[in-house]
């Protein structure tokens, strides 16, 4: 969100998150493009340095995050983190909150696996990886491209909004729930 109002985008922050949590550097990319404001080539690498030690200060767990993956951790429940984000970034906000050491080996990109949500590419590629057939999986998305993605990987999904006052338009079927008690 950052690079498109560094190039000249009149958005405001609500606008930013709408249009780009969730979305890939390629959405972003395009979304200038079409708004025609120009970008540097290697705008990704310094804009990428600059979330990650933002991140590092800023990022906490949502609520009742921890408890959730300590609860699948008891019950042997196999689970996964697939984002559209890099890697790197997962180390980052996992690490910052406790839960990296029991997502090793459990992280999965969309930049690694071919196309970001709302193609299913990362969910398919997790749920192959952990040995679980996709109409068995459940994700626990918070974007519209991801309630998208686990749509077509044909993944049962539940939408984490813990803004009541906001819904996203469309659903994709997804189940939701405000808080991680639920």
């Known amino acids: 969100t950052l690079v498109a109002l560094t190039c000249g985008a009149q958005l405001s922050f609500s606008e930013c998150c709408e249009l780009f949590i969730g979305k890939s550097r390629d959405d972003v990319e395009q979304y200038l493009t079409n708004e025609g404001l120009s970008f540097p080539a290697n705008w990704s690498t310094g804009f990428y340095e600059q979330a990650l ?3 590092k200060n800023e990022v906490t767990a949502i609520k009742g995050a921890r408890t959730v993956l300590q609860r699948l951790i008891t019950a042997k429940v196999p689970f996964c983190v697939a984002s559209n984000g890099l890697l790197a970034k997962m180390h980052v906000t996992l690490e910052r909150t406790q839960m990296r050491a029991w997502c090793e080996g ?13 193609a299913p590419d990362v969910f398919l590629h997790a749920a ?23 749509a077509n990987a044909q993944m049962r999904c539940f939408a984490y909004l813990p803004d009541r006052g906001t819904t996203p338009v469309n659903l994709f079927g997804a189940h939701k729930f405000h808080d991680m008690r639920d």
């Open 53 to 55: 030690d933002a991140l």
């Open 106 to 118: 459990r992280m999965f990109s969309a930049y690694d696996v071919g196309q970001s949500k709302p």
């Open 128 to 150: 192959k990886t952990l040995g679980v057939r996709p109409n068995e999986c459940a994700v626990i998305e918070d974007s519209p491209s991801g309630f998208e993605a686990a």
